[in-house]
């Protein structure tokens, strides 16, 4: 029997049971959480599982990535950047002939580097910029798009640093984080250590796929390296939370994904979201082999889940995160969890659950 823990705003009782419901087939040492905001309101903050409160930290993979692509939007907004200035006027060592906007898109080419890179290079963004400078990138940029796991973060990263003067991680802190209260880090202070919850996968992982380590997909998650990347013992890694790497480093808890979405609704314009959350890459992803993926940055998150608004936009991780925001309802979502799913990525879950926000705010079938 699964217990779950936390409170609900009246008329989200369903989405409890739903959560209860999702979680019955999951053994308890995956544990899980659950946040909702609506209208910049906090209605749903739920968890269940051994060892997981609400307060429990995470390594949150690639939905880190929703607050590094926050970022680049709100410097768009601000016009500080141009989705469509070449990304070499702000960095002339920059290898591929592409816009911010391209590079936002995952166009570039610069899935990783000859040879992969090492775990404590991965942990650092600037490391990461300077490696992929001196990178032919893996197909001609501009043409086709391909997922950049592990480096995208750091791609526009070196753009926001370079038009700036300062890091993604320090402007998600100083406008993001610290305004906002929001329990969702790229670099967790050491005094919170105590929260962080290490990440299990799966066991046994599938065998049956055998991945190429020098495929687009291999080089794309650093199986190329000399010490293949590892997801948990990236997650897990001590220098990877210390830093947080934008691409997927960061750690947090359901509360604070969904926080960070609230906020984004509340800071960008209209305009703003209509162009980051507008499908950018239709076709066929070279790296994962997924269809119509990416917005602007962000997952084009209401072809995963029709029950959204056309303009949703968020991103999932690879430990079975999802986060998101819906315009057109004004909710904002946070999901996180322990285990690491097999395969990797968005959990089921949210398959149910989503659905589930929107019919008990009145919003859905």
């Known amino acids: 029997m699964v217990i779950v823990h936390g409170a609900v705003a009246p008329g989200f009782e369903d989405v409890r049971d739903e959560f209860a419901a999702v979680l019955a087939a999951k053994p308890d040492e995956a544990g899980a959480q659950l946040a909702v905001f609506r209208q910049g309101k906090q209605v749903v903050d739920l968890w269940a599982g051994d060892g997981i409160t609400g307060d429990s930290l995470h390594p949150v993979f690639s939905s880190t990535k929703g607050a590094a692509h926050l970022v680049v939007a709100l410097l768009v907004q601000d016009g500080v950047l141009d989705l469509d ?9 920059f290898p591929a002939e592409i816009s911010l906007r391209g590079l936002l898109s995952h166009r570039a080419g610069l899935i990783g580097v000859d040879g992969g890179f090492t775990q404590m290079e991965l942990a650092d963004d600037r490391i990461i910029a300077k490696r992929l400078a001196g990178q032919r990138p893996f197909w001609t940029p501009g043409t086709a798009y391909g997922y950049h796991a592990f480096v995208i973060g750091a791609l526009t990263g070196e753009v926001v640093r370079r038009a700036t003067g300062q890091s993604i991680q320090e402007i998600y802190e100083t406008r993001l984080r610290v305004p906002y209260g929001l329990d969702f880090y790229l670099g967790l202070p050491p005094e919170l250590d105590s929260r962080f919850v290490r990440a299990r996968p799966t066991q046994p992982l599938s065998d049956d796929v055998v ?23 990236f997650g897990n890694s001590p220098t990877v939370r210390r830093l947080g790497p934008a691409s997927a480093g960061g750690v947090g808890n359901a509360r604070g994904l969904a926080g960070m979405y ?27 082999d997924d269809k119509n993926k990416f917005a602007l940055g962000f997952e084009a998150v209401a072809l995963l889940y029709p029950s959204l608004g056309p ?5 999932s991780g690879a430990a079975g995160s ?8 004004g909710i904002a979502y946070g999901y996180a969890q322990r285990q690491i799913p097999d395969p990797a990525g968005a959990a089921l879950e949210n398959e149910r659950l989503i659905p589930a926000v929107l019919r008990c705010a009145g919003l859905g079938q």
């Open 85 to 93: 200035r070449p990304v070499g006027d702000h960095w002339p060592e």
């Open 211 to 233: 991945i190429d380590p020098l495929s687009l997909t291999g080089i794309a998650f650093n199986l190329n390296a000399l010490s293949p990347t590892n997801l948990a013992g």
């Open 262 to 288: 609230a906020a984004a609704l509340e800071l960008l314009t209209p305009p703003t979201i209509a162009e980051f959350s507008r499908l950018h890459t239709p076709g066929t992803d070279l790296v994962t």
């Open 311 to 315: 303009d949703a936009f968020g991103h």
């Open 322 to 329: 999802q986060a998101l925001a819906d315009p057109r309802t």
